[in-house]
């Protein structure tokens, strides 16, 4: 088990079954309605893909977040880390602010919703502080990053350039992370989601 994040297509977005996003999907859309913007209806169906498409997305939330958490704290505001890794679910338009919705979703008593287009300019800030190194994975359909960092191919980019991000690759996974995470959303049109 554990917590991961993972894109979602239109099927599970909308299911209204026990295990599906249907009732995040019509409350953040009655939401969206109160506020005067359109609702999030075009969420692309799920594909069968091949492994390194991009299409999907999925990591899971293992290492330890106090490096991640210092390096939040030394370089934004509380907000700013709060979008950045607060949310529920992430979604691919812009949000003026979050949006908090009454619903538990079984790792979080209410759902915070915020946009890629929110996160993705606060992650490539950390990237850049850190150093973040181009050979980091750009898709992360089967844990990808997961991959990279924990079982060892990040070693040889940290040994010829070592670097902030070799010096704690937990901090530097989820820098990666989230950046990957607002990437895709916005790439694919599709919400993420903390599960």
């Given at each position: 088990?554990?917590v991961?994040?993972?894109s979602m297509?239109?099927?599970?977005?909308?299911d209204?079954e026990?295990?599906g996003?249907?009732e995040?999907?019509?409350?953040?859309?009655a939401e969206l309605?109160?506020?005067?913007?359109?609702?999030?209806?075009?969420?692309p169906?799920?594909?069968?893909?091949?492994?390194?498409?991009g299409?999907?997305f999925?990591e899971?939330?293992?290492?330890?977040?106090?490096g991640?958490?210092?390096?939040?704290?030394?370089?934004?505001?509380?907000?700013?880390?709060e979008?950045?890794c607060?949310w529920?679910?992430?979604?691919?338009f812009?949000l003026?602010?979050?949006?908090w919705l009454?619903i538990?979703?079984g790792?979080c008593e209410?759902?915070?919703?915020?946009?890629?287009p929110q996160?993705?300019p606060l992650?490539?800030?950390?990237?850049?502080?850190i150093?973040l190194?181009?050979e980091t994975p750009a898709t992360c359909d089967n844990?990808?990053?997961?991959?990279w960092?924990?079982?060892g191919?990040a070693k040889?980019?940290?040994?010829?350039r070592?670097?902030?991000?070799?010096?704690d690759?937990?901090?530097?996974?989820?820098?990666?992370l989230?950046?990957?995470?607002?990437?895709?959303?916005?790439?694919?049109g599709?919400?993420i989601?903390?599960?």
């Amino acid at each position: 088990m554990g917590v991961y994040l993972v894109s979602m297509g239109a099927e599970e977005w909308f299911d209204e079954e026990e295990d599906g996003w249907g009732e995040v999907a019509s409350a953040l859309n009655a939401e969206l309605k109160r506020r005067g913007l359109p609702p999030y209806e075009d969420v692309p169906a799920e594909t069968d893909f091949a492994p390194g498409s991009g299409q999907a997305f999925e990591e899971k939330l293992t290492p330890s977040m106090t490096g991640f958490l210092a390096l939040c704290q030394d370089h934004l505001s509380q907000e700013e880390s709060e979008t950045v890794c607060g949310w529920t679910v992430l979604v691919p338009f812009p949000l003026d602010a979050e949006i908090w919705l009454p619903i538990d979703v079984g790792c979080c008593e209410s759902t915070m919703v915020v946009g890629a287009p929110q996160v993705l300019p606060l992650a490539e800030r950390l990237a850049a502080v850190i150093a973040l190194p181009p050979e980091t994975p750009a898709t992360c359909d089967n844990l990808d990053l997961s991959m990279w960092f924990r079982h060892g191919a990040a070693k040889e980019p940290a040994a010829t350039r070592p670097g902030p991000w070799s010096d704690d690759l937990d901090t530097a996974f989820y820098v990666a992370l989230f950046l990957r995470a607002a990437q895709h959303s916005i790439r694919r049109g599709c919400p993420i989601a903390c599960t």
